[in-house]
């Protein structure tokens, strides 16, 4: 099961409805199936080996309520700013089950990072001797992080640019191509680099592109490993960070690669990764993992209520209440992001049949482009009916805007097609946005 059906989504909408969690201020409501993303998480973990830590990207989802239940489940977290650091230790998470990823870290948190014990992977090699000089200046006190350095295995681009951030240039990593013996200098020079780093993109990335970035690393790191055993006596690489990247589909009739496929082909390509690093010869390789999209996209759809119905020739437009403050890439890039869409009648009933006239969904923000979606086959939309945009657990809410002062809206979780509901998220009041602008 990859993306939830209407008929799951209209069940546990009703149930909500009929519990009284959509109120009339509730013009649009966000909803994650917490069964389907528990169970999402069990299959990655059963992926890979025991003792893979699995960093499940901030950026994607920051909700606490979110994090809390992943953390329960035994995994980690990637965090790409120092605040979703801050906010990874304050739902409880331990240091070391922190991977820590921005590209522009200061001299101030690079160094709060290793007195807390985080795990760094260092951009640059500028940010290595900052980090240099930060332990030395810690003097004989042990290293508490460990630390990795971000490789751009250069495997190209894929189908969104955007996204694809393993081609010639990235503004992430260091070039394998221009800088190999650098790298493996820099292993040799500091005893305390023991990991490798690298993401291919996310969405629109073939298998075979994430596969041979991560071959191409798995390579750099035998050799790193050879040439320090032979000088130092010993392996220096002991982590292997894979990112993560693996495309998920946003449409029901589209299967994506499985996990499992793509655990089979990276075995195949980089199989001295895939020992389990609780057995006493794993290898000495601890596998990190830091998927977002894929945990959490398609356990969440969002709903919102059809406010005004116009009809103009050839066209209608449903106006609802979540445009671009929710969906930024839909509505200013919709040949590369789009989604699945059901009208459920005032009731939660799935609407059936088709309207003379394709339809537009327009978003409550004042400039043009707030427009979601265009000429979409739906049934006869009217005025207190809701549209459900499906798989919204991803890297929707967490970019919302602030352009127009919108209210955030109640964000719901629910078990067992909604036996059970918990809030997550209230709905903003105006207080919030006061004390936001304030």
Same mark, same amino acid.
């Given at each position: 099961m990859e993306n939830l059906s209407p008929d799951k989504i209209s069940t546990a909408f009703r149930k909500a409805l009929q519990a009284g969690l959509i109120r009339e201020v509730d013009s649009a409501v966000i909803f994650y199936d917490i069964s389907f993303l528990q169970k999402r998480i069990t299959d990655l973990k059963s992926c890979f080996p025991?003792?893979? %830590?699995? !960093? %499940?990207?901030?950026?994607?989802?920051?909700?606490? +309520?979110?994090?809390?239940?992943?953390?329960? %489940? /035994?995994?980690?977290?990637?965090?790409?700013?120092? =605040?979703?650091?801050?906010?990874?230790?304050?739902?409880?998470?331990k240091p070391e089950m922190i991977i820590y990823d921005s590209p522009v870290k200061t001299h101030e948190e690079l160094e709060f990072a290793l007195n807390e014990g985080v795990h760094l992977n260092l951009d640059n090699f500028s940010e290595l001797e900052r980090?240099? /000089?930060l332990l030395a200046k810690s003097g004989e006190r042990p290293?508490?992080?460990?630390? =990795?350095?971000?490789i751009n295995p250069q495997v190209g681009l894929g189908t969104i640019l955007e996204s694809s951030v393993a081609g010639e240039y990235s503004k992430f990593g260091i070039p394998l191509k221009f800088k190999q013996e650098e790298l493996i200098n820099a292993f040799i020079e500091n005893d305390f680099l023991t990991g490798m780093h690298l993401h291919v993109g996310s969405q629109g990335c073939s298998l075979?592109?994430?596969?041979?970035g991560t071959g191409k690393l798995y390579d750099l790191m035998l050799e790193i490993?050879? @040439?320090?055993?032979?000088q130092k006596g010993f392996s220096q690489v002991s982590i292997?960070?894979?990112?993560?990247?693996?495309?998920?589909?946003?449409?029901?009739?589209?299967? $994506?690669?499985?996990?499992?496929?793509?655990?089979?082909? %990276?075995?195949? @390509?980089? $199989?001295?990764?895939?020992?389990?690093?609780?057995?006493?010869d794993h290898g000495g390789i601890r596998l990190m993992t830091e998927f977002g999209r894929w945990a959490y996209t398609n356990s969440g759809?969002?709903?919102? @209520?059809?406010?005004?119905?116009?009809?103009? $020739? +050839?066209?209608?437009?449903?106006?609802?209440?979540? =445009?671009?403050? *929710?969906?930024?890439?839909?509505?200013?890039?919709?040949?590369?992001?789009?989604?699945?869409?059901?009208? *459920?009648? @005032?009731? +939660?009933?799935?609407k059936t049949g088709f309207a003379a006239n394709p339809w537009n969904l327009a978003g409550p923000l004042c400039f043009s482009g707030d427009i979601m979606a265009k000429g979409l086959s *739906? $049934?006869?939309?009217?005025?207190?009916?809701?549209?459900?945009?499906?798989?919204? !657990? /991803?890297?929707?809410?967490?970019?919302?805007?602030?352009f127009n002062s919108r209210f955030i809206p109640r964000i719901l979780g629910y078990y067992f097609d909604g036996e059970k509901f918990i809030q997550l998220k209230e709905r903003e009041e105006i207080e919030d946005i006061i004390r936001f602008w304030t």
């Open positions: 025991q003792g893979t %830590l699995h !960093g %499940l990207a901030i950026k994607a989802c920051p909700l606490t +309520g979110i994090m809390k239940l992943t953390k329960d %489940l /035994g995994c980690g977290v990637e965090a790409a700013s120092m =605040g979703e650091v801050k906010l990874a230790l304050h739902n409880g998470f980090v240099k /000089g290293v508490k992080s460990n630390i =990795g350095i971000r075979e592109m994430l596969v041979e490993n050879r @040439r320090t055993m032979k292997f960070d894979i990112g993560g990247g693996l495309p998920v589909s946003y449409f029901r009739d589209k299967q $994506p690669v499985g996990m499992q496929t793509y655990v089979t082909a %990276l075995k195949q @390509r980089a $199989p001295g990764l895939f020992f389990d690093a609780s057995s006493k759809w969002t709903v919102s @209520r059809v406010e005004y119905v116009k009809q103009d $020739p +050839g066209i209608n437009t449903a106006m609802i209440h979540v =445009g671009a403050d *929710l969906f930024l890439r839909e509505c200013l890039n919709q040949k590369d992001w789009s989604h699945e869409y059901t009208v *459920l009648d @005032r009731n +939660g009933q799935i *739906l $049934p006869e939309v009217h005025e207190g009916d809701y549209v459900v945009i499906h798989d919204t !657990g /991803g890297y929707t809410f967490s970019m919302w805007s602030r």
